[in-house]
């Protein structure tokens, strides 16, 4: 009991401090009379002590407002003072201005986002209105430069296909002509005696003894060193397809005799040596018709009455 009285004597005694300032209004603010105001004494439960009811403290204490106030239970009042405040007014009207500047900046973005989408198209546009002047003056050109190569090649026409230069022209195709076909039996004479004159050219199955005598082959260097010559003498006569044409041949020619042909012809030749040999001929017999339809086309370009 002497514990709960000195308890009990405290707890007054801080009570009244409070209630002091309270009354001075110098307590914080926190602790003014708002806080109090409905705060009731509750009744002191009679535990049959005299002691308790006889303390010097409450025959001490003065009838007034700070006695009533020191009377409260300790636990009420630290309850009241603890409890977390509640939300302002100041606190809600800040969450509105929030809201309102959210609300602001969202339609700002908005707008802007419609303003960009809006620059875009109408950049879209302008390109592809741009592209399609572009590709219309492009057009235009074209056609312009189609006419005028027609023209020119139309002016140019009387010229070219004039009489004297159709006759000049097939008198060189068939000039080389006539040189390929002399080459193409010279060679046939030499690899392949049996085939008559106008034959198409065809490699021998088998390289015999009489096809590896050298002398066998001269007429075959001199029959291609005067095909070379016409047709680098009469390359302007020729179409550009079949002076190419002619050309390639030629080129393939004269590597075939220096590398495969001409090394490998002689006495006591190896079976490899052979075989290169006949691989040459092999290559010329696929070329030669080539050369021939060439040329033959070209003659008929001349005179299509041919045809």
């Avoid at 060193?225 to 050309?247: C, I, K, M, Y």
């Avoid at 042909?261 to 075989?275: F, H, K, L, T």
Wanted: charged content about 25%; aromatic content about 4%; cysteine-free.
């Amino acid at each position: 009991m002497d514990v709960l009285l000195w308890l009990i004597v405290a707890v007054a005694t801080v009570v009244l401090v409070v209630s002091g300032l309270i009354a001075s209004g110098k307590a914080p603010s926190m602790l003014q009379s708002g806080r109090f105001a409905n705060l009731q004494i509750p009744a002191v439960r009679d535990t049959g002590k005299s002691s308790v009811a006889t303390s010097p403290v409450q025959s001490a204490a003065p009838a007034s407002r700070a006695t009533s106030v020191a009377a409260a239970a300790p636990a009420q009042m630290v309850s009241s003072v603890m409890t977390t405040a509640p939300i302002t007014p100041l606190d809600d009207q800040r969450l509105d201005r929030l809201e309102a500047r959210v609300d602001r900046l969202e339609r700002e973005l908005v707008q802007r986002l419609d303003i960009l989408s809006s620059s875009l198209r109408e950049q879209r546009r302008d390109e592809s209105d741009r592209f399609a002047r572009l590709e219309s003056l492009l057009g235009r050109q074209d056609e312009s430069l189609r006419r005028a190569i027609a023209d020119d090649i139309a002016a140019r026409a009387p010229r070219l296909d004039s009489p004297r230069l159709a006759e000049r022209r097939a008198e060189a195709v068939a000039d080389l002509y006539g040189r390929l076909a002399r080459f193409e039996a010279a060679l046939a004479q030499a690899s392949t005696p049996v085939l008559l004159p106008g034959e198409a050219y065809a490699p021998p199955a088998e390289i015999t003894e009489d096809v590896m005598v050298w002398d066998n082959w001269k007429d075959v260097g001199d029959r291609a060193f005067a095909l070379a010559d016409a047709v680098n003498a009469q390359r302007l006569q020729l179409s550009s397809a079949t002076g190419a044409e002619l050309t390639g041949f030629i080129t393939l020619l004269r590597g075939q005799l220096t590398r495969s042909i001409y090394p490998n012809v002689g006495e006591a030749v190896s079976s490899e040596q052979r075989d290169a040999l006949r691989a040459a001929l092999v290559v010329l017999a696929v070329e030669l018709p080539k050369v021939r339809r060439a040329l033959d086309t070209e003659y008929r370009s001349v005179y299509p009455s041919l045809d």
